[in-house]
């Protein structure tokens, strides 16, 4: 059975960091929703332009678009054994269609860590991230900087700055998260699958108490 690990917590806490790491680990794919709406952005395909009216005010993007996205996705070959998902689902509705697709494919979501900081934890972060243009590195100007400054050390390509990581937008997208994605955390817990995570610490420790949580 195909297994779907959903990274669940507020935008900024470290759901990008920790899946690439998880995804080099179990060797199971890395798939962002965030990062798929910002690719079909670059390559000015029209889910790209619909999806940036939405990011642009710190709101979420339909869930109807979203899921079609996500659908096409993780039926690609490299989630056949499944998927570290980030950013996605975000909605009680994303939620219930991602249990109908995975029912589908004879794929189960194995376990969900929820990851928190404070929310000055959160804005610090965002606000100092630096993210790779070809495949989406993330770096911080203080917490994990770059060898060489705007260069990402993993292939070389230029690193800017989000533009939704402005601090009155991510306290926006704070809001939206505490009212919209909130509810999902009650939707895993009672299904048994919440595994609290605390995010303030450093990215090694969160990753070794992830690890831990997933495979005791
Ligand atoms: P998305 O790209 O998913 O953004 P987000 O959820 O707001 O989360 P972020 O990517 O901002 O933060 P993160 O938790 O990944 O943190 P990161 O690891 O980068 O979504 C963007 C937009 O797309 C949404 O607003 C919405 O419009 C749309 N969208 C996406 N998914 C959607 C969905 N399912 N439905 C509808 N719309 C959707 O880390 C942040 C910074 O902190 C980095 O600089 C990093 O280096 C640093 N850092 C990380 N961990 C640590 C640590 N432990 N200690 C110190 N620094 C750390
Ligand atoms: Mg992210």
């Given at each position: 059975m195909a297994t779907f690990i959903v990274l669940l917590g507020p935008p900024g806490v470290g759901k990008g960091t920790q899946a690439k790491i998880l995804a080099e680990t179990t060797k199971l794919a890395h798939v962002s929703s965030g990062d798929l709406f910002r690719e079909n952005l670059k390559n000015q395909t029209e889910l790209g332009r619909l999806a940036k009216s939405f990011m642009d005010k710190g709101e979420l993007v339909p869930d109807d678009v979203t899921i079609s996205m996500i659908r096409d996705r993780i039926t690609r070959s490299d989630c056949g054994a499944g998927a570290i998902l980030d950013g996605f689902p975000r909605t009680p509705i994303q939620a219930d269609a991602l249990e109908k697709m995975l029912a589908e494919f004879n794929g189960e979501v194995k376990a969900v860590p929820f990851i928190t900081a404070p929310e000055s934890t959160l804005v610090e972060r965002a606000s100092g991230r630096w993210t790779c243009r070809e495949q989406g590195h993330i770096y911080h100007q203080i917490f994990s900087p770059p060898k060489k400054i705007g260069i990402c050390d993993m292939d070389g390509s230029d690193l800017y700055q989000r533009d939704d990581d402005k601090v009155e937008m991510v306290t926006k997208r704070i809001r939206v998260y505490l009212e919209q994605t909130m509810p999902l955390v009650e939707y895993y817990r009672k299904a048994g699958k919440l595994l609290e995570i605390d995010?303030?610490?450093?990215v090694e420790q969160v990753t070794k108490e992830l690890l831990s949580a997933l495979y005791k």
């Open positions: 995010g303030t610490q450093a």
